[in-house]
């Protein structure tokens, strides 16, 4: 079981430790030097308190083990994009997928928020299964990528 928090100080360290090794193979990012870790929670800390508030980026933590990152990014006020990392040695518990619903819970519960997508590398299947569990409808490739989407559920739940 997994919960998602906000980052703090504390977490430097832990996220050097996710962004590291095969976490990395299918993502624009490096491994991070600790310096760059402490600036990614500055960033996210000084996100948190903008106004308006355009991005969120969770912590995903089993207890006091902080295993990963979701995020939410909007492109305009209606309009975002979600992407997700763990590390490695928590693959294949359903943690992604886990995440992934807590984000879109949050998004469409506290966030002007109505629609979102995602896209994942061609060879990344373990990314878009976590897309296709939580419900987002496959819309095609872009650029190569398949590209997925979700709306907020109306009140009826559809
Ligand atoms: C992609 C990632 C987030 C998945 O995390 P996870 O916690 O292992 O995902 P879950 O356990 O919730 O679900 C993974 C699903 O993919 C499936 N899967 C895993 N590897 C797979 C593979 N090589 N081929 C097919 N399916 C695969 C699992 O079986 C599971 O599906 P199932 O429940 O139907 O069996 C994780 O591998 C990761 O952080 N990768 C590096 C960063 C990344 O690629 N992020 C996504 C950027 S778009």
């Known amino acids: 079981m997994i919960e998602l928090r906000e980052l703090t100080m504390a977490d ?3 996220l050097q430790r996710i962004y590291s ?5 299918y993502i624009e ?8 870790a402490v600036d990614l ?3 996210t800390l000084a996100c948190a308190r903008a106004e308006p508030r355009d991005r969120w980026a969770f912590g995903i933590a089993a207890g006091d083990d902080l295993l990963g990152m979701v995020r939410l990014q909007c492109r305009t006020e209606r309009q975002a994009t979600i992407s997700y990392l763990l590390r490695e ?7 992604a997928t886990q995440a992934v619903a807590g984000m879109l819970r949050h998004a469409f519960a506290a966030t002007g928020v109505t629609s979102i997508s995602a896209r994942h590398h061609p060879d990344n299947v373990a990314s878009g299964r976590v897309l296709q569990k ?8 872009r650029d190569g990528w398949p590209s ?11």
Do not use: C, M
């Open 12 to 14: 430097p360290p832990a």
């Open 21 to 25: 090794g095969a976490s990395l193979t």
């Open 29 to 36: 990012r490096q491994t991070l030097s600790i310096d760059e």
């Open 41 to 43: 929670v500055a960033n």
């Open 89 to 95: 040695d928590s693959w294949g518990r359903g943690y």
């Open 134 to 141: 939580n419900k987002f409808i496959y819309r095609g490739t």
């Open 148 to 158: 997925y989407g979700i709306h907020k559920p109306d009140r009826r739940g559809t």
